[in-house]
């Protein structure tokens, strides 16, 4: 953790440096995830407690990220990919992001309980505590697991976006959290592949640093190869319809595929990084589809017109 920026008189911080550290571009999936699961859960919810729960999901996202920043703002600088964010860019003083972290963070809890219900709520307040403690703090500076433990973190949007509708935990939502929990590993073990000499740089013992490339490679086909019976397993369940489950199958057999020649690479085969960019290009666009057929699936069911 650090207590002080880069630069040794912060800029005055603007709207974008604030905006900056809610991480938009994980937000942008955070809050799509969390409408799927509203929109595909059963039942109605009134539309204005409908924007408030995805206000509040995308709240407690941004100030959890907030958070993560404010504690590795000493490890970004030390990143090429990350020395331009705020704090360590020098436009804000780390007081200033964890606070800011903290009042986004409580705000979208108390919103949440208020507004929709308090389980929602707390399964809102778990999340946080898990990005922002458990990943932070506790497993990404200590394990090479970190991703696969963490991975938890970041399934927990489509989970109570759901229980904002219905207002319990049944196996539907489970399901959905297990296929981002297995969907995180070979998603971003992809992008340490091709990053990897800024992780070792700052000591972060990400898995192509502390296990190599090659284990890094055949973890992430045998994650992708696990992660097509999982996103299939809606439908198996009945859960959803035929929509949804030949989308995911087909989804998720591109994904293996697109996993056996990230796998099979040795290392010194090019220095590109081709197929392993390619798999992280897809890996985001496997996701949007996925929730997005989850929704439209339930869509065409409502309205019957498969019937």
Wanted: glycine share 10%.
């Amino acid at each position: 953790m650090t207590t002080a920026p880069t630069a040794t008189v912060p800029l005055p911080a603007e709207w974008r440096d604030f905006f900056a550290l809610t991480k938009p571009r994980v937000m942008s999936l955070v809050i799509f995830t969390g409408l799927c699961g509203l929109l595909a859960a059963p039942g109605s919810i009134h539309p204005v407690l409908g924007f408030t729960a995805i206000l509040c999901i995308a709240m407690g996202a941004g100030g959890a990220a907030a958070l993560n920043m404010w504690w590795e703002a000493d490890l970004d600088a030390g990143m090429k990919r990350t020395a331009a964010r705020p704090i360590p860019g020098g436009r804000m003083d780390p007081t200033s992001a964890r606070d800011f972290g903290i009042g986004l963070s409580v705000g979208s809890v108390l919103l949440m309980g208020l507004g929709i219900g308090w389980l929602a709520a707390s399964i809102l307040a778990v999340s946080i505590v898990y990005y922002a403690v458990i990943y932070t703090i506790w497993l990404k500076p200590r394990t090479p697991q970190n991703i696969v433990i963490g991975g938890g973190a970041g399934a927990f949007p489509p989970l109570i976006g759901w229980v904002a509708v219905t207002g319990d935990v049944t196996l539907m939502p489970v399901l959905l959290f297990a296929i981002i929990f297995m969907w995180t590993p070979p998603h971003f073990w992809a992008l340490a592949l091709f990053v990897q000499i800024d992780y070792a740089k700052v000591g972060i013992p990400m898995m192509p640093v502390v296990r190599g490339e090659a284990s890094t490679r055949k973890q992430i086909l045998v994650y992708s190869i696990l992660l097509l019976p999982v996103a299939v397993a809606p439908w198996f369940v009945g859960g959803t319809g035929a929509l949804y489950g030949v989308v995911a199958l087909v989804l998720s057999a591109l994904f293996v595929a697109l996993a056996v020649p990230v796998a099979t690479r040795r290392a010194g085969e090019g220095d590109t990084m081709r197929p392993e960019k390619r798999l992280f290009s897809f890996s985001v666009l496997y996701l949007f589809l996925l929730f997005a057929a989850l929704v439209a699936d339930a869509l065409v069911r409502q309205q019957g017109w498969l019937s």
